[in-house]
């Protein structure tokens, strides 16, 4: 059964044992951050803070900072569970062709009964607040050099101008006063590329842009999801809740938001006006530097009536954002086998937060496969950002990182088996020379064949022989030390 709202969510955490609600009085600048950022060092519940200084809302934080909570945010008992229904749902729409595929994927999802529906009245409007003040909202400053305090869990809303259709996308957002924000939209990012289309269009100077706060978890993940053009993210929302999301219409513009919101920023962006925004302590566990982005104004702020403001603190892994992307990992995972049916599982560790590592088993045929599969994912997507690809056979686990070092610190030779690419890279990489542009690696780590250049004969790996650990088993089971 889908959840109602955000706190349906919460209700759920703490029945499940999954939260802790925090009484004493905590501050939202920094000790916030402190706290959260030692719960889920320790792999430790959701929190929410009842009593924050200077407002009168409470804190909900580390809500989806688990694999347990992922599951249940999207309730599911395994995440590939959800891939398994999107094979399921691919292999159904179209036999034709990829391309095939991918359009007629947004249609099969519509038939499943989950489009968005529209309504009039919506609990994020029994508030309307036509002098916003941002002040109010516990809004944190999560580390000591950031630039100021940051809304760090928005859903943006903004409307392509060429198709009109809704982009929902999660971007930081500096307060910079009661009622200004920076848009920290990334040069490659869908929110970006529509504000870019609409200042080429001319007909107007202030782009409308919604920023909904707190909805229901299936919508907030989908917000972070690198979804292909065809599919609207409140539609895949949608398929992961089982049931449509409900949009109502804004009251001072035409955008549509999340009708179960907790809050809803309603304001715009002037295509002129940009500010200085950072630094950031982002989830590379750097500060990322300062840069000139467009400027949000606030016209007005709805909320209910006794809402619960979101956040997330991000910084060196593990931290709750690293889960949202393991989601990211085996959701997609069936859309990279649709464009590379060689692949047969990958894995986006922790610590490269996102795009900084991913290590790829293939079914290996034909020679050079393996850097035919590095160049196809750094021509997919979001993956183009992927700064190392590790390429391994189909018998290592990509997930048991002890085998894959094995194989990487063991059979390569430099020369024959690293790539080095250039291209694009996130903007939040502070290593490359140049922001927005870079050099990837990628590494084979397969066995090398006769026609790779590889003519000396390749050893077989150490293994006991089945008798051997047969008997062993026979005799660990006797001894009781299973």
């Not at 009085?25 to 929410?48: F, H, M, Q, Y």
């Not at 500010?275 to 709805?302: A, K, N």
């Not at 750094?378 to 048991?400: A, E, L, N, S």
Request: one cysteine or more; proline letters at 7%.
């Amino acid at each position: 059964m889908a959840y109602k709202d955000l706190q349906h969510f919460i209700r759920v955490l703490e029945k499940d044992g999954q939260l802790v609600r925090i009484k004493t009085e905590v501050d939202p600048v920094l000790e916030i951050t402190e706290i959260t950022d030692r719960v889920s060092k320790s792999n430790g519940p959701a929190l929410l803070f009842e009593k924050v200084k200077g407002s009168d809302y409470p804190v909900l934080i580390n809500s989806m900072g688990s694999y347990e909570r992922m599951n249940l945010a999207l309730e599911v008992d395994r995440l590939d569970d959800i891939a398994e229904e999107i094979e399921g749902l691919i292999s159904e729409v179209s036999r034709d062709s990829l391309l095939g595929k991918i359009k007629m994927l947004p249609k099969a999802m519509q038939l499943a009964g989950i489009f968005p529906r529209r309504v009039k009245e919506a609990p994020c409007q029994e508030v309307i607040e036509h002098e916003p003040d941002l002040n109010k909202l516990p809004i944190l400053k999560c580390w000591p050099g950031d630039g100021g305090r940051f809304i760090t869990l928005p859903l943006v809303i903004t409307r392509d101008p060429d198709r009109g259709t809704l982009n929902m996308g999660m971007y930081r957002m500096q307060v910079y006063d009661s009622r200004t924000t920076g848009m920290h939209w990334h040069l490659h990012k869908d929110g970006r590329r529509n504000f870019e289309n609409q200042k080429k269009a001319g007909d107007r100077k202030v782009m409308d842009v919604s920023v909904a706060l707190g909805c229901d978890p299936a919508v907030i993940y989908a917000a972070t999801a690198p979804l292909p053009g065809e599919i609207s993210e409140f539609l895949f929302a949608g398929f992961l809740r089982k049931k449509p999301v409900e949009l109502v219409r804004c009251v001072t513009n035409d955008l549509e938001v999340p009708a179960n919101a907790e809050f809803v920023l309603e304001g715009y962006v002037d295509f002129d006006d940009l500010r200085l925004e950072g630094p950031f302590g982002d989830h590379t566990g750097y500060y990322s530097l300062t840069d000139y982005y467009p400027v949000f104004h606030v016209e007005c702020i709805t909320r209910r009536k006794n809402p619960v403001y979101p956040a997330t603190v991000v910084g060196k892994p593990p931290m709750e954002d690293c889960y949202l992307g393991k989601a990211t990992e085996r959701i997609f995972l069936p859309l990279l086998k649709l464009y590379l049916p060689e692949v047969l599982d990958i894995n986006l560790p922790l610590e490269g937060v996102f795009h900084n590592c991913a290590i790829v088993s293939i079914d290996k045929r034909f020679p050079g496969q393996a850097k035919k599969v590095m160049n196809a994912i750094w021509g997919m997507g979001q993956m183009m950002f992927t700064k190392m690809i590790v390429v391994v056979d189909r018998d290592v686990d990509p997930h048991d990182l002890s085998t894959v070092a094995w194989k990487v610190f063991n059979n390569i030779d430099a020369e024959r088996d690293l790539v080095i690419m250039e291209g694009p890279l996130d903007a939040l990489d502070h290593s490359s020379p140049l922001p927005h542009y870079g050099h990837k690696l990628g590494i084979d780590a397969t066995k090398k064949w006769p026609e790779e250049g590889h003519t000396r004969e390749w050893p077989d790996d150490i293994e006991m022989s089945w008798e051997i650990k047969e008997m062993v088993d026979r005799k660990w089971k006797e001894y009781g030390i299973e």
